[in-house]
T-cell receptor, first 115, second 111 residues
Framework: DVKVTQSSRYLVKRTGEKVFLECVQDMDHENMFWYRQDPGLGLRLIYF???????EKGDIPEGYSVSREKKERFSLILESASTNQTSMYLCASSPPNWGSNNEQFFGPGTRLTVL | TQLLEQSPQFLSIQEGENLTVYCNSSSVFSSLQWYRQEPGEGPVLLVTVVTGGEVKKLKRLTFQFGDARKDSSLHITAAQPGDTGLYLCAGPSSGTYKYIFGTGTRLKVLA
């Protein structure tokens, strides 16, 4: 059974804290993604990675950074958390050959609250 | 900028009723995908439609891709409480690695 796991289901942090969200996939996928999901806005891409140590900015990268040191792990970092980063964060992975209608496999999400 | 707009945003119906959810864009997409997200889980792919005019069926769910490949619909026949969830359409952004997601339709089927 394919799996994408995220380190926490719920997280509460204070403004200004550095926050790490971890994502691990066991499907040997090249592509990994971080999205945030907010009501009425759908899923918005923060960053994606198509290989180890490779990353590309998505639509809303400001205030975030990522790390991909190993193929199976993709981390999202909030350098200094702010209240407007309170959201549901979803990690996904997919095989290569992007544009060939590949399925994205999603983790269960991390609901982050920044106080 | 390619956008996908879904309607309705919310839908609450009784078990056994039929419903249709729409996904519209002013842009042409090479394909469109439909995902369902249940509470507390990530989205799961239901179907991918590729050819203009294509119709795909998944048990009681019927998916159609518009002839001009700018829109898609999802029709559910005799809805059941297990159909409850957030339905998202998504399409590849031309010339990039990205997928664009629609705003979602939140469906609640009451027993």
């Amino acid at each position: 059974d394919v799996k994408v796991t995220q380190s926490s289901r719920y997280l509460v942090k204070r403004t200004g804290e550095k926050v790490f969200l971890e994502c691990v996939q066991d499907m040997d996928h090249e592509n990994m993604f971080w999205y945030r999901q907010d009501p009425g806005l759908g899923l918005r891409l923060i960053y994606f990675s198509y290989d180890v140590k490779m990353k590309e900015k998505g639509d809303i990268p400001e205030g975030y950074s990522v790390s991909r040191e190993k193929k199976e792990r993709f981390s999202l970092i909030l350098e200094s958390a702010s209240t407007n980063q309170t959201s549901m964060y979803l990690c996904a992975s997919s095989p290569p050959n992007w544009g060939s209608n590949n399925e994205q496999f999603f983790g269960p999400g991390t609901r982050l609250t920044v106080l | 900028t390619q956008l996908l707009e879904q309607s309705p945003q919310f839908l609450s119906i009784q078990e056994g009723e039929n419903l249709t959810v729409y996904c519209n864009s002013s842009s042409v997409f090479s394909s469109l995908q439909w995902y369902r997200q249940e509470p507390g889980e990530g989205p799961v792919l239901l179907v991918t439609v590729v050819t203009g005019g294509e119709v795909k069926k998944l048990k009681r769910l019927t998916f159609q891709f518009g002839d001009a490949r700018k829109d898609s619909s999802l029709h559910i026949t005799a809805a059941q409480p297990g159909d409850t969830g957030l339905y998202l359409c998504a399409g590849p952004s031309s010339g990039t690695y990205k997928y664009i997601f629609g705003t979602g339709t939140r469906l609640k089927v009451l027993a």
